[in-house]
């Protein structure tokens, strides 16, 4: 993840912002309440979907007990182009994943890669390959010059077959007040050497990295301090979150990829990474998308959804323009 776009790219946006009608503040950006946030100790304020019979458990992994320096994350997977990683993504039914919507690029087909910390499996691991049978993108995401709703759900067929390798992470009820301060794990297969170095490499193996919740106006200031945009349009917005292992962030390469915390012996996916390049300053936070300004969106879509919602090939290939204008 990186600095700032250059200011042609924040003209763009602030024009969008100035000729764009008003967004209808629904579910997936509506405003924090200004009441005090819900306490979040207790187990009345538990997050996650409601448990019951006919939904799989959430967010309670299996670790194996020589786990060493790392654990496994049962609910990691990889968006794939042609059997190659492109995105990070979390499970979160056996029918359904959760990526970030600048990831998808056309309207190739992709697939899935669930069950296994390798980024390339040997055959004989329990990895499953599974295609992504239908896309949904956010309605409000636009492409990267106006980057809201940044969230994509994937439909896969067939549905994951669950075990300890394969399970899925929570999504937290969209009254759950995430704490600043409180540590979480991000995890991906980010590129061990800054991105555009000559030896720049995805990792072999699934990385892992304890990161802390950052107060959002904080970490405005933060991406503000050398952006020769206004400072009085934020560049961190309401339906973000920011984190910080107070060093090497991870790196391109898990966008879409989980920000995972545990609350109360379970584990809720509380961001989307979206900003795939703020790795590449070590005092620039990791920047997610807020689960829970999408919590109910996504619950609906996975109740069956409206159509308007599904991605259209020409919505698809918009983005991919608009995406195209922001490569370096």
Known sequence: ????PPLCVWSRRFLLLLFLPPLNRGEAGRRAPSSPPAPTEGPASLPGYKEDKTKPVCGKPWWPNDVGTHRHWPWEASL?????????????????????????????????????????????????????KDIIMHPKYWGRTFIMGDVALLQLHPPANLSKFVQPICIPEPKFHLEVGKPCWVTGWGQIKQRFSADSTLSPELQEAEVFIMDNKRCDQLYQKKSLFPRVIPLVMEDMVCATDYGENLCYGDSGGPLACEVWGKWILAGVLSWEKACSKVQNPGVYIRVTRYSRWISNQLAGGLPSSRASPWLLLLSWMLQLQMSP
Not at 1 to 4: D, F, I, L, V
């Open 80 to 132: 794939r182009l042609n059997n190659e990683h492109v995105c990070g993504g979390s499970l979160i039914d056996p029918s359904w994943v959760v990526t970030a919507a600048h990831c998808i690029q056309s309207t190739k087909e992709y697939s899935v890669m669930l069950g296994t910390s390798e980024l390339q499996p040997q055959a004989s691991s329990q990895a499953l390959l599974i295609p992504v």
């Open 1 to 4: 993840m990186a600095t700032p």
